[in-house]
């Protein structure tokens, strides 16, 4: 057999052991079908064969992001980012500037403002906006995305008011007269978003080829698409997913996960629907609670800076019980959204309580996010064989001062536990939450491996960095590993399907600072190479 593809380096890392090696491996169509010394694989170099030598640069696993959303990923590539702003009115001149560059949006959309950076730290309202753009409506997505900033034509398109009443497990924020301020918390987004993501057929196409493109310039060659709540799920389109996979142009294996919801014969339906190498429902995915700097994330105790809170929970804990052992009874895999440490308990409450009723079994639970735990929880997920699904580039993110205000220096110990967990036996398996944050792998190992915090300087509960072999299989093969597909994804081996991704750098080579300069070289999806820099096309061709 002579092979398409031959990539050699002196830094392959298979995931196999915990550092790189010298080696070459060959892939004929999808597959890889040799990894091997140099001199052992000349005989599957054949006329045709693409042959490339990349040096000391870093050969890797495909990255398996285990939490995307993939087209309001697609939506926030070309929509407005406030990340840099560091005040209200920083923001409000780049939404003025954006409206005017954009004078076509029928919406203004943007991304990623975070008030904690802010001067006065308060909330924003919808009055600023209104100075800056009346005539149509805007909708800006706080940075952890779980509540939104919007002016008033927004509102009055969604017809909210001093007379509208929260909706189940969201929050219109009013000021003392009772108007609505333009904050609207958890699923009261929904009550605009339904509007503001009313998009043509085509126009979700080109979302969701801006969000193939994205991840193939990152190295990203399998994601897990997570329900996104009400707020974000008007815009997936598992057909287009589809049409996508039927005309060949699918570049990353999709691994679905739909709403937990009781409805488990749609979840049925849906599983038996979408169930190919490429794209397939995976298991189901819900929120327990929400997020820390709005105080929504459910703890069991109060919150340090406003102690007649705990949080708020999404849904009951009876219901979320139910909604498990009947999904485990039908082999699903669960997903849970959970941040405080009163939604991790349930979490594995629930999952505790499925294994009772329905037996043990091979079920590949996972929590998400896991930002603050109760230290007598740690043990139990390798207790119930969960697995930690974190993004740590999150907590840097985060304004570190703001965060620990509203949980308090007790809690701090316990913030994004990844060595922990893993010193405990849980299996780790990383990802970004894209669009929360960038679809950049190497961001999120960075901060795994420093625990560099939002000073850019001090590192964050230091006893909780992993090493780079740990946060690179974290990335490759525990991903894998939660998908239930281990035995052909996550690790560079003969047999496996032929994602790859070459590095600019070896990693092992270099100071842990560089990590977050490293960019991607090559990334091949299966036996295809979807992306090439420009330096690197040359040379191949």
């Not at 892939?27 to 140099?38: E, K, P, T, W």
């Not at 944050?437 to 590192?459: C, E, F, H, M, W």
Request: aromatic residues 10%; charged residues 25%.
């Amino acid at each position: 057999m002579k092979a398409d593809i031959i990539l050699t380096s002196k830094a392959v890392f298979t995931g196999l052991e915990d550092g790189p090696k010298p080696a070459a491996i060959a892939i004929s169509g999808n597959r890889i079908i040799a990894v091997a010394a140099l001199e052992e694989i000349e005989s599957f170099i054949g006329e045709n064969t693409l042959v490339h030598h990349f040096g000391d640069q870093l050969i890797i696993p495909g990255f398996h992001d285990f939490h995307v959303h993939a087209m309001m990923g697609g939506l926030s590539l070309e929509s407005l980012n406030l990340f840099e702003a560091r005040s209200e009115r920083q923001a409000v001149e780049m939404v003025r500037q954006y409206a005017e560059t954009n004078e076509e949006a029928e919406w203004i959309i943007g991304f990623m403002w975070d008030s904690s950076y802010w001067d006065d730290n308060k909330f924003p309202t919808r009055y600023t906006l209104d100075d800056a753009i009346s005539d149509r409506p805007v909708v800006l997505f706080h940075a952890e995305g779980h509540y939104t900033w919007v002016n008033t034509k927004a509102l009055e398109m969604a017809k909210i008011d001093s007379q509208s009443p929260n909706p189940p497990s969201g929050i219109i924020e009013k000021d003392t007269n009772g108007e609505p301020t333009g904050i609207l918390i958890e699923e009261a987004s929904s009550l605009i978003t339904k509007y503001a993501y009313d998009l043509s057929k085509q126009k979700k196409r080109e979302l969701f080829k801006g969000f193939l493109n994205e991840a193939a310039r990152f190295g990203v060659t399998s994601v897990n698409n997570l329900y996104g709540s009400e707020t974000l799920n008007k815009l997936d389109d598992f057909q287009i997913f589809k049409e996508y996979e039927e005309e060949g142009e699918l570049t990353v294996r999709m691994h679905l996960f739909p709403a937990l919801d009781g409805d488990i014969e749609n979840a049925v339906n849906l599983r038996n629907k979408y169930q190919s190498d490429k794209l397939c429902v995976s298991g189901l995915k819900q929120f327990i609670d929400g997020v820390v700097t709005c105080r929504t994330a459910w703890m069991l105790e109060p919150y340090s800076d406003q102690p007649e809170t705990y949080g708020l929970p999404a849904h009951s804990a009876e219901e979320i019980k139910q909604w498990v052992a009947e999904a485990d009874q039908r082999g699903f895999s669960i997903r849970f959204h959970a941040i405080g440490d009163a939604a991790v308990r349930l979490a594995l409450d629930s999952y505790e309580n499925a294994r009772n009723i329905n037996g043990k079994r091979d079920s590949r639970h996972a929590i998400e996010h896991i930002e603050v735990i109760h230290p007598e929880d740690i043990s139990r997920f390798a207790e119930l064989d969960v697995i930690a699904s974190m993004q740590p580039n999150h907590f840097a993110m985060s304004e570190r001062g703001t965060y620990t205000k509203r949980i308090g220096l007790n809690r701090e110990k316990y913030v994004f536990a990844i060595h922990s967990l893993k010193n405990a036996g849980a299996t780790l398996a990383f990802g970004t939450d894209f669009p929360i944050d960038s679809l950049n792998p190497l961001a999120q190992i960075y901060r795994a491996v420093t625990r560099i915090d939002s000073s850019g300087k001090d590192a964050w509960n230091p006893k909780e960095r992993i090493s780079l072999a740990e946060a690179l299989k974290a990335y490759t093969y525990g991903s894998a590993f939660g998908t239930f597909r281990e035995h052909e994804l996550g690790t560079i081996e003969e047999g496996k399907l032929a994602d790859l991704v070459v590095l600019d750098r070896n990693l092992f080579a270099v100071p842990p600072e560089e990590i977050i300069q490293t960019s991607v070289e090559l990334t091949i999806s299966d036996g295809k190479i979807v992306f090439s820099n420009q330096k690197m096309l040359s040379k191949m061709n």
